[in-house]
């Protein structure tokens, strides 16, 4: 079975390296294991730098995500395991039983690959943004995110990943700046599950590092680059004249012996380069020998 889940939730956790919140994946909230899919938990004060993803804009302290795949409907019954989650999550993390942290501390989500149509004729979503809704639940307001539905951008693109559309997947992995190198594994991942769904992804991980370093060479400067090349493979496609021509004539003559700098000349050209008193003092010697 294709565990998108886990996927999901360890590209959230890349999203959020450095910021103010942790993410944690699968949390067992019972002794008859019933997991919750992701919390997004704040571990110190402060904003997230950078754009949050759509429908993200409005976290808490503790927030519940509650996610659905390609084939799974985020149903009424989904909705409902979420409130479930929610009551069960809030007892275990409240310091006394009798004294629960504020409801303003917690915010529920639902995250859909694909509108949820069954749950729609059951309760009304309203629409914030595209791909982003919100149900209201009892006294609670719960954010529905479609992310098929959700808007092309680079703060959308560890969502849009997940979108199960190739050209909206493709666009996000060249968006999607990665915190962690080993995370890259994990886009493979997503990719091979995506080909396993009978889904046309022939964009490969090596065509998104390629494109990366295209993208992003105009950083280094010149001698970074050229320390990653041989010297042989920085001459190749320069003729001996191009070459030459970067070099003084001090320069292209150093390390040569006598007889290397001599050769191709005639005694002429020799003659010809030298001063009269130059000329004098040869005159001279070839008369002592």
Excluded: C
Excluded at 22 to 31: A, G, I
Excluded at 172 to 185: G, K, L, N
Excluded at 199 to 207: F, N
């Amino acid at each position: 079975m294709i565990n998108w889940h886990r996927l999901f939730g360890l590209l959230l956790m890349d999203f959020f390296t450095d910021s103010p919140y942790v993410v944690e994946l699968e949390k067992d909230l019972s002794l008859r294991q019933q997991f919750l899919d992701v919390v997004i938990l704040r571990k110190e004060q402060g904003d997230y730098r950078g754009e949050l993803p759509d429908g993200l804009d409005n976290l808490r302290d503790h927030n519940l995500l509650s996610y659905k795949s390609l084939h799974e409907p985020f149903d009424d019954w989904a909705l409902k395991e979420l409130a479930g989650h929610y009551v069960n999550y809030r007892k275990q993390v409240s310091p006394i039983p009798d004294q629960l942290l504020p409801e303003t501390h917690f915010q529920l989500y639902g995250v859909s690959t694909r509108f949820p149509e069954k749950l729609h004729r059951r309760l009304p979503l309203r629409q914030l943004k595209p791909g982003v809704y919100e149900i209201a639940w009892g006294t609670d307001n719960i954010r529905m995110i479609v992310l098929s539905e959700l808007a092309t951008g680079q703060h959308n693109a560890v969502l849009r990943l997940f979108s199960a559309q190739r050209e909206a997947v493709i666009e996000a992995q060249r968006q999607y700046r990665m915190r962690q190198p080993d995370v890259s594994t994990v886009v493979q991942q997503l990719f091979d599950n995506y080909r396993l769904e009978n889904l046309d992804m022939p964009y490969t991980m090596q065509d998104f590092q390629k494109d990366y370093v295209r993208e992003h060479l105009n950083v280094l400067s010149p001698d970074e680059v050229l320390k990653r090349f041989s010297p042989d493979d920085r001459l190749k496609g320069l003729s001996s004249d191009e070459v030459l021509k970067r070099f003084s004539p001090d320069d292209r003559l150093k390390n040569l012996s006598p007889d290397d700098r001599l050769k191709g000349l005639s005694p002429d050209d020799i003659v010809n380069h030298l001063s009269p008193t130059e000329l004098k003092k040869l005159l001279e010697q070839l008369k002592r020998h």
